[in-house]
């Protein structure tokens, strides 16, 4: 009975912490960087924000960073701990029998496997951070946004498009930054998933 109900517990743990990092997101994000708007908007009307302002945007920085890990590590866990256990056996039986250690093991079979398989999904998180709508606009808003700055110290090019498009009436530059964002990701994604060996050598570790 234990054996089956570990893994259940850790995968209902894994999906809270998912889950949770969501919810304090849209709760309690736009207070914090409302907080740092105020203390900006106090400093400006005192003229004291020349070489202030910039350390103000840091707080909001770094707490994005850290939700958007406690966001994905859930996720990256779970296919993580699949593919450790799915990676062929007989390959760490020949490592040992040739007299490799720890260390050459992981760098020569369980780091390459892994990024054999995550090849395709580590790119598609690289272009779905790029346009990590939801945790920016949830979280921050894109502020603190300084007066005179279209776009704030935490905004994305997704975010800035959509201020520019929605809140200024700016359509033809959305439109030229979203065009722009498209051919970018799409040159990187193709030529980076045709240099992976997830492409090259799909039989590779079968």
């Known amino acids: 009975m234990g054996?089956?109900?570990?893994p259940i517990i850790i995968g209902i743990v894994l999906l809270l912490a998912l889950f949770g990092g969501i919810v304090i997101s849209a709760t309690c994000g736009l207070g914090f960087t409302d907080s740092l708007y105020e203390a900006v908007s106090?400093?400006?009307?005192?003229?004291?924000?020349?070489?202030?302002?910039?350390?103000l945007g840091l707080p909001?920085?770094?707490?994005?960073?850290?939700v958007n890990i406690w966001?994905?590590?859930?996720?990256l866990m779970l296919i993580a701990t699949g593919i450790l256990m799915n990676t062929p056996a007989d390959l760490y039986e020949s490592a040992r029998i040739d007299g490799a250690n720890a260390f050459q093991t992981y760098m020569k079979i369980t780091l390459p496997y892994?990024?054999?398989?995550?090849?395709?999904?580590?790119?598609?998180?690289?272009?779905?951070?790029i346009n990590n709508f939801n945790i920016i606009y949830l979280l921050s808003g894109g502020g603190p946004t300084y007066i005179g700055d279209s776009a704030g110290q935490t905004d994305l090019l997704v975010t800035w498009l959509y201020k520019l498009s929605i809140d200024k009436q700016q359509f033809?530059?959305?439109?030229?930054?979203?065009?722009?964002?498209?051919?970018v990701l799409a040159v990187v994604a193709l030529v980076t998933y045709r240099s992976s060996?997830?492409?090259?050598?799909?039989?590779?570790?079968?």
């Open 3 to 6: 054996n089956f109900t570990a």
């Open 114 to 129: 892994m990024l054999f398989v995550t090849g395709p999904y580590l790119l598609t998180s690289f272009t779905g951070n």
């Open 71 to 75: 966001i994905g590590i859930p996720y």
């Open 42 to 55: 106090a400093l400006a009307t005192v003229g004291l924000t020349t070489g202030i302002t910039p350390i």
């Open 172 to 183: 033809n530059m959305g439109a030229v930054i979203g065009i722009f964002t498209f051919i």
């Open 197 to 206: 060996g997830s492409y090259k050598d799909e039989e590779g570790f079968k």
């Open 60 to 66: 909001a920085k770094i707490l994005l960073i850290v």
